[in-house]
């Protein structure tokens, strides 16, 4: 009777596990992903995916089934999930009415939706811009911090806005620029007409009456103003451009009265929230009457 040495019977059983032990480890593997998705562990998991900006345009609506400043972002996900959208950039999205497929609530939707993350800020509030476009050729704009987005994609399923800053469209107060300058600061600037620079501050009945017959349109605008925010909304004004303005046989009284204040006429003007109001001073003495 013959044996098999043991050194040959040794090497038979190493190879044999060699052979084995990937099994082994698969098997461990899959009972673990098993594991991870058990009931109730993919409900409090983060959304690993870029946000329909029309889940966004919630935030502006008076839906009644949401609560007020709260978006179900998994449920708000799957309505929209049939309307595409362009993803630019990792932080920025586009939904487009044109080549939509047609749905029951198709015409309640915006023709143009776009969100921008500006980035995080404290106590993991996000600042983004939201713009939209409801028909016509108003574009409307507005900032928002909200809890729940995450910069790089893993959202929560809720999102809440803590604070709601109200844009325009064009020179009516549209907002050109968001900036981060502190955890817990930041910038908007914004484009303005004459009428609103001049009754800026003012109370709603005063500046009716000083601003009126100055140039106050969409296509108006003399300049823009920045103001520096707080997370809880408290703004203050920190700087005005004035853009050159050529005077033209339409101005108003008032319009020709302020260029000549302004001298902006050639060149742009910088202002200090101080020579702003110097200047609404100066033009309710000598151009207000």
């Not at 998705?37 to 329909?52: F, H």
């Not at 993350?117 to 409801?134: F, T």
């Not at 928002?144 to 020179?171: F, K, M, P, W």
């Not at 853009?243 to 046989?249: A, D, G, L, W």
Request: glycine share 6%.
């Amino acid at each position: 009777m013959k044996t098999i040495p043991s050194s040959i019977a040794s090497q038979f059983f190493s190879f044999l596990l060699l052979l084995l032990l990937p099994l082994l480890l698969l098997s461990v593997y899959t009972s673990m992903a098993v594991d991870n998705t058990s009931p109730g562990s993919a409900s409090s998991a983060p959304l690993s995916s870029s946000i329909n900006p029309l889940c966004l345009d919630r935030l502006l609506s008076l839906d009644s089934k949401m609560s007020p400043g709260k978006i179900d972002l998994d449920d708000c996900q799957e309505r929209f999930a049939e309307y595409s959208f362009s993803q630019n950039t990792p932080w920025q999205a586009t939904y487009e009415k044109n080549n939509q497929v047609k749905t029951k609530n198709f015409e309640e939707l915006p023709d143009y939706a776009q969100y921008e993350i500006i980035g995080q800020m404290q106590n993991s509030q996000v600042l983004l811009s939201y713009s939209a476009n409801y028909g016509g050729s108003g574009t409307f704009n507005h900032a928002y911090l909200v809890q729940g987005l995450s910069l790089d994609n893993n959202h929560d399923s809720e999102l809440t806005q803590t604070l709601a800053i109200e844009g325009g469209d064009r020179c009516f107060g549209s907002i050109e620029k968001l900036d981060i300058i502190a955890p817990g600061t930041f910038e908007i600037r914004r484009r303005t007409t004459a009428s609103a620079l001049i009754g800026y501050g003012l109370s709603a009945e005063k500046a009716a009456k000083v601003t009126k017959g100055l140039s106050d349109c969409a296509l108006c605008c003399i300049g823009n103003y920045t103001e520096r925010a707080t997370l809880k909304g408290k703004r203050e004004l920190t700087s005005v451009t004035l853009f050159p303005k050529q005077s033209r046989s339409s101005d108003s009284a008032k319009d020709r009265c302020l260029n000549q204040l302004t001298m902006a006429d050639s060149h742009t003007v910088l202002m200090t929230k101080e020579n702003l109001k110097e200047l609404q001073e100066k033009f309710i003495r000598e151009c207000a009457k």
